[in-house]
């Protein structure tokens, strides 16, 4: 499904999109659209009174979130536009409703690049969520149906702060207390990618975690967790990720009693 299906579905045939980047400030939003603005800004020629405009708001450079629509009016001599929001049926799904898109971003996309963002995912209301917001790095610990939970529901506070480092981070066997330590590089979305891998295969592809999963079945991952021991910006190479790993690696002692081979 595209936006620009949806856009169909709900009669839409004059529309921009907007879309705002992953740092620009969540505060400026609300339940009601745009916060404590009474007018937004629109490049000359772009807009129009009778157009509708399509609001979303970045995860990162090929990700949005659906916000909410609104129709403009009433410019002054600076592009300074009165906006209303206009109710969808897609407002049940405002930052829910996640979008790919094809190209890079860019704020001002026209209807006819609507075929472009594709659903890639609608998170669940939050009332069915069992894992607490996430706080800071330090606080990430675990389990594995949590792990599961995140990865599953691509929940967007987890998806933002994982996926934008690499990582040391250590797997603790619950059964027995044997330790494994593992690093995150290489991947497109890092940690995010690694830890997704864990939640869909149990294993990873670990060769003592595999061994543990064909002995011993998926009920043997119930009591494991997942912390972080030390993240890192993906601008950091990724030698000096293994190097930490494997100093970490030395002083937990996982090589020689824990799950590390080497």
């Known amino acids: 499904m595209t936006l620009e299906q949806l ?33 937004v800004h629109v490049t000359r020629g772009a807009g129009k009174e009778s157009r509708i405009y399509i609001v979303l708001y970045g995860l990162d450079a090929f990700r949005a979130r659906y ?5 403009i009016s009433n410019p002054d001599d600076e592009n300074m536009y009165q906006w209303e929001k206009v109710p969808l049926s897609l407002d049940q799904y405002s930052d829910r409703l996640i979008f790919r898109c094809n190209h890079r971003f860019t704020f001002y996309n026209s209807g006819a690049r609507s075929s472009d963002f594709n659903v890639e995912a609608i998170i669940p209301p939050e009332g069915t969520r069992t894992v ?6 330090d606080s990430v610990e675990l389990t594995f149906n949590q792990l599961k939970e995140i990865v599953e529901n691509e929940y967007v506070d987890y998806y933002e702060h994982l996926s934008c480092v690499k990582a040391v981070y250590m797997i603790i066997d619950g059964n027995t207390g044997n330790q494994y330590i593992g690093s995150a590089y290489e991947q497109k979305n890092s940690l995010w990618s690694r830890w997704s891998t864990y939640a869909n295969t149990y294993h990873g592809g670990n060769v003592k975690l595999k061994e543990l999963f064909e002995e011993n079945g998926p009920e043997y991952f119930q009591k494991f967790k997942y912390i972080i021991l030390q993240i890192f910006p993906k601008t950091i190479s990724d030698k000096e990720i293994i190097e930490a790993e494997s100093r970490y690696k030395n002083r937990f002692m996982t090589r020689e009693f824990g799950l590390n081979i080497n």
């Open 7 to 39: 856009m169909k579905l709900e009669g839409i045939e004059d529309y921009y999109i907007w879309w705002y980047g992953a740092d620009y400030p969540a505060e400026n939003f609300d339940e009601n659209g745009y916060s404590n603005r009474e007018r």
């Open 132 to 137: 607490e917001q996430f706080r800071d790095y």
């Open 67 to 71: 916000k909410f629509a609104v129709k």
